[in-house]
């Protein structure tokens, strides 16, 4: 039987840590969905058009991922796609409490449906994408932490 995987964020923007974790994902599962939030409660900086085209162009061309935007509950949404996991990164202990709770209401609203967390890359640990805006809105280098369309991307919203 074929396994789907979820993989859903904000993505804004995709960073390093994402790409490691959809690598990562394809061991557990034989396809791999990212899926971007349309809807979050904060205020993207990019439009979701945008940040699924970053992930397209940071991730490439492999018939086994693909990327959805999304709107609503994650919980309807999987099973929409016939996921029958989702697949969250953990980085710190500060994820932690987040993430439970995400986990268990997921669990709530859709019991067949299990969340799993996959550490990513000891190097990219200390990443995110809020952090990534904070550097490039103050002019710092991203080059390391982003692929480079996101970097470019980054750039042009952020040029005086
Ligand atoms: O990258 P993020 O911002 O940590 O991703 C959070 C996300 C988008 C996965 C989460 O906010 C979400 O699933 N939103 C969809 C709405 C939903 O299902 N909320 C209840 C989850 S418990």
Redo the contacts with the bound molecule.
Sequence with gaps: MMRTAIY?????PPTRGHEDLVRRSLLLADRVVV?V?V????QPLFPVEERLQMLRAAIGDDPRISFQS?D??????AKRVGASVIV?GLRAISDFE?EF??AL??RQ?HPSLETVFLVPAVDLTYLS?SLVREVARFGGDVGSLVHPAVAQALASRFSR
């Design positions: 859903p964020g904000s993505f804004d899926a939030a809807n979050v409660s904060k999304f609503g509950l994650l919980a309807e949404f969250r987040y709770q995400m209401m997921n609203l994408s």
